[in-house]
């Protein structure tokens, strides 16, 4: 058996047309030849590459699909700013001033009220003196304005007071959720026992399911008089219900993200502070949390881009005056909240929907700005988690 | 006498993040019992079998349900086999080294953090503005303004793109969970690229993608701002018959309910009850998605 | 490096190198393997018998990073060459894994995915082929009441040999095996060994193993493999009681690995 040489091909391939597998043969073309369609041994004929059209067409076809998904995404980025993009290139318009200031628009938010009615006689003035010179179009000075007023005879576009006020609504709303979220998260990761942790999680899981128009509902309806009741101040609905409101739409992520991090730090960290006496709150307190601060930034930055860009709960609960104040008790009107309010009622191409376009710009690139921020900051994994994934 | 302050110190530290977990429940509990209180006199038959009567003081919100009903179908019927093949790409076809892949990942995690509103704003840009008044030169000179105004179309279409991500990146986990193995006894025997993926990955994800679906749904039917203007109606007696026809939906019929509705108070009822409905639906779903999320990820375990 | 000659030869394998990125895995494999007979690779593990076991067919290509240079021919056709389709190629060839592996389906799908595959939908036929196929891997008799169960459901052993007729069913010629009971108890790897044997009869088989005993009960012929590297090849029998190279003598002898 040793010695022998190699043989040639020809015997090899004869050899191989031997009866195959004797137990087979019983059912001779069930399996060799018939049983696998054309498989005939190993000859260059029988291995040669075929195009399988089937093969083709399913890769082609799922490369095209994701193409799609990604050219769609680069649409969103392309239309926003397309649309917003008219404001810079307007021409001048020779337009003498109208002195005369129009109604105020209320875009039938009847509930804001008196906070609007209020200001609307100091408005008004302030309007005339401001306009005296200028003309009602957004020029770039214009939209660095003060006022908002784009329905008027004499459109003032002054984004200040939206972007302070979106501002406002969501510095409050973190403020209020990110100690709540971020201890809540600590006691989850160190303290809690077994049975707490199986309460808290699915609470978590349910609130951040919540629609955020419901949120805004119950801000809207029970919030609202209960605060101004407890503190007795004087605009029913305003910035602080809204800052409180959004910050239950911002505490599942703080916490889903701030926990992942908490509970990501490595077990020999702690164990290691443990072993040399230190109690479990001070190596929560000195060695977890410092250790997780990355992760914990990062998830207060994500909570800032969703409260920022957060519409349905400001629009309901903030009363949507667009004044500039720092008061946290005054009615505000957010960016998106402004964008939600006047889109549908706006004429295609003109100013002001040119302007709303630009306030969704704005809110585009800040929030894409924190999410990249964050990405910094945690992996992608807890990215995903945070994103309810 | 320092002991006692550590002690005094610790039972503080765990007592106030235990508050703070706690408050959390406690916070999910009275939205959640204010809501059903408020709500569950007037939820009737009657009122999730009629529309609104009476300049919407009176009556139901059906509606509404419906409308909401196919605004997720049509999302996903256009959103999840888009979102499911970009899966299978990005974990099947893709290399590690490709561009495109890199690029969607990229794109997929933006798009994830862009504002609801945003979406609103591309869908009447692109949608309305683009899409329909191209459909409209197209097919009709441009006359009359059929497609480019807001619709049921665009509206979930709008939403189709929104909740994309969340498509695709639980079905890529799920993907992710089929043994290497089965792939491997699959094409050892024979079997191409195509058929190993339709024979034995997507059956085997199977569970992952019907838990990105209702992710999607839930997450859609719980998003109101893209549809501001996009194809939401105030007021619609009847249902909508064609994809052209703007409609009411429960969400943003929550939203005009609580903010501008004719009498506000004499609605409150309504407006729970709706409110309730609403909340009921997308947690049944986010419910669902959690559960079956759970079982892929105890695969992923094993 | 030793050629062993054979009265003739199945597969050929002449200056086969194998690279993971920088890394290099397999060097200059030169072998010949013979038909019908049953071929055994040993070696400490990471010396590269499963690596050059799955060269034989291609499905190291699964891997990123891989670099395969040199020739493998089969019936004297060069299967890495262009020209040669990869799918094709593992038709020929049957694999069966260190873990075994069958679908989450039932064990007449199981059995019947490859026909399947290769466009036999008519149920009788399908039948005919799973019940040919169960028999020859010897565990028809344990399963023919259940071919609808969940092949799930079956134990260790009896899942490698339904792997083994799901391999069978597409009418290989040669039959891969890496390590496959390795993690069987030992009743059901007398059953595998067995089955190995009578198998031998119509099927060229390789058969990786990490176990001394089994190469020397159920092989023809033994290679030795260490670091990347083909140390000894020859006939079973002289491998275990005369080996050239003294690193196979401490290998075999149990002085290391």
Not at chain 1, 352 to 381: D, K, M, P, S
Not at chain 3, 98 to 111: A, E, T
Request: glycine fraction near 8%; include cysteine.
């Amino acid at each position: 058996m040793n010695q022998t040489p190699p043989v040639s091909m020809n015997f090899m391939r004869e050899d191989r047309k031997d009866p195959a597998p004797p137990s087979l043969t019983g059912n001779t073309g069930g399996m060799s030849g018939a049983g696998n369609g054309n498989v005939t041994g190993f000859t260059t004929q029988g291995l040669r590459r075929r195009f399988r059209w089937d093969e083709f067409l399913a890769e082609k076809l799922i490369t095209v699909v994701a193409f799609i998904s990604l050219a769609a995404i680069v649409m969103i980025f392309v239309f926003v700013f397309r649309e917003a993009l008219p404001i810079f290139f307007q021409p001048e318009k020779e337009e003498t001033a109208v002195v005369e200031s129009a109604e105020e628009e209320t875009y039938g938010e009847e509930y804001l009220g008196e906070a609007h009615r209020a200001r609307s006689e100091e408005d008004r003035e302030a309007s005339r003196a401001e306009t005296a010179g200028s003309e009602g179009r957004a020029t770039l000075s214009n939209l660095a304005g003060t006022r908002w007023q784009p329905v008027s005879a004499v459109p003032q576009y002054g984004i200040l007071p939206l972007v302070v006020g979106s501002l406002k609504v969501t510095l409050l709303s973190i403020l209020i959720a990110s100690p709540v979220a971020i201890l809540a998260a600590l006691f989850t990761a160190s303290f809690a026992p077994r049975w707490a942790k199986e309460v808290l999680k699915p609470a978590i899981e349910i609130l951040a399911g919540f629609p955020s128009v419901v949120i805004g509902f119950f801000a809207l309806v029970v919030l609202a008089s209960l605060l101004q009741n407890l503190f007795g101040y004087e605009y029913r609905l305003n910035a602080f219900v809204g800052g409180l409101a959004m910050a239950l739409a911002v505490i599942p992520i703080i916490y889903t993200v701030a926990e992942d991090a908490l509970t990501a730090v490595p077990r020999y960290m702690s164990e290691a502070s443990l072993a040399l006496g230190a109690s479990k709150w001070q190596t929560a307190l000195f060695v977890t949390l410092p250790a997780a601060t990355p992760g914990v930034f990062a998830a207060v930055l994500l909570g800032f881009g969703r409260a920022f860009g957060e519409t349905m709960i400001v629009l309901m609960a903030t009363g949507n005056a667009a004044m500039l104040s720092l008061n946290f008790l005054e009615p505000v009107r957010t960016m998106s909240a402004t964008i939600g309010a006047e889109m549908a009622e706006v004429v295609f191409g003109d100013t002001h929907y040119t302007v709303l376009f630009l306030l969704g710009a704005i809110l585009f690139l800040f929030t894409f700005l924190l999410n990249a921020a964050a990405e910094v900051f945690i992996r992608q994994r807890l990215l995903k988690r945070f994103r309810g994934l | 006498m320092k002991r006692l302050r550590r002690k005094v110190l610790g039972s503080a530290v765990v007592g106030l993040s235990g508050a703070a977990a706690f408050s959390i429940v406690a916070v999910v509990i009275v939205v959640m019992a204010t809501i059903v209180v408020g709500g569950k006199d007037t939820i009737s038959w009657e009122f999730l079998s009629t529309p609104p009567r009476e300049g919407m003081t009176a009556g139901g919100i059906l509606p509404a349900i419906v409308g909401m009903a196919l605004r997720v179908l049509i999302m996903s019927i256009a959103g999840v086999p888009v979102g499911v093949i970009t899966a299978v790409y990005l974990s099947e076809y893709a290399g590690a080294q490709s561009r495109l892949a890199r690029a969607i990942r990229f794109a997929v995690n933006t798009l994830a953090g862009v504002p609801a509103i945003v979406f609103g704003l591309f869908g009447l840009g692109f949608f309305v503005q683009f899409v329909g008044s191209g459909m409209d030169t197209l097919l009709s000179d441009g006359t009359d303004l059929h497609w480019a105004q807001p619709n049921l179309l665009w509206a979930s279409l709008t939403m189709a793109l929104l909740t994309l991500p969340v498509v695709i990146v639980s079905v890529e986990e799920a993907i992710k969970t089929v043994p290497q193995d089965l792939r491997a006894a699959s094409l050892a025997l024979g079997a191409t690229k195509w058929q190993t993926i339709w024979h034995v990955v997507l059956p085997n994800s199977l569970t992952g993608i019907l838990t990105g679906g209702i992710l999607a749904v839930s997450r859609g039917a719980g998003e109101v701002a893209p549809i501001l203007f996009t194809g939401a109606a105030y007021f619609l007696p009847r249902l909508p018959g064609s994809l052209s026809d703007q409609f009411m939906e429960l969400g943003y019929h929550v939203y005009i309910m609580a903010t501008q509705s004719t009498n506000v108070d004499a609605t409150i009822g309504i407006q729970y009850a709706t409110t309730l409905v609403l909340l009921t639906i997308t947690f049944m779903l986010n419910f669902s998605a959690i559960f079956l999320r759970s079982r892929v990820r105890s695969r992923q375990m094993r | 490096m030793t050629t062993t000659k054979t009265e003739n030869t199945k597969i050929a394998i002449r200056d086969l190198n194998l690279h993971y990125g920088s890394k290099q895995a397999l060097s200059n494999i030169s072998m010949d393997i013979a038909p019908k007979n049953v071929t055994a690779l040993i070696g400490p593990s990471g010396c590269g018998k499963s690596t050059f076991l799955r060269t034989l067919n291609r499905m190291n290509e699964l891997i990123d990073n891989v670099r395969i240079d040199g020739s493998v021919r089969i019936d004297n056709v060069e299967i890495y060459d262009k020209q040669v389709d990869v799918v094709e190629l593992r038709k020929r060839i049957g694999m069966i894994f260190q873990k075994s592996n069958p679908f989450p389906k039932s064990i007449f799908d199981n059995v019947a995915y490859g026909p399947r595959i290769n466009g036999i939908h008519d149920r009788k036929r399908l039948e005919e082929i799973v019940e040919t196929t169960l028999k020859r891997a010897a565990i028809w008799d344990e399963v023919k009441n259940d071919l609808g169960k969940s092949a799930l459901a079956l134990s260790g052993g009896q899942q490698q040999r339904l792997c083994i007729a799901r391999a069978l069913a597409v009418d290989p010629e040669i039959l891969l095996m890496d390590e496959p009971a390795s993690a069987l108890d030992p009743i059901a790897t007398a059953k595998i060994e067995e089955l190995i044997y009578e198998l031998k009869q119509s099927y060229t088989i390789v058969i990786v193993t990490h176990n001394m005993q089994q190469a020397a009960r159920v092989s023809d012929f033994t290679a030795f493999f260490y670091m990347g590297e083909l140390i000894e090849m020859d006939s079973t029998k002289t491998m275990f009681t005369a080996p050239t190279k003294k690193q196979t003598e401490d290998y075999i002898t149990g002085r290391f690995g």
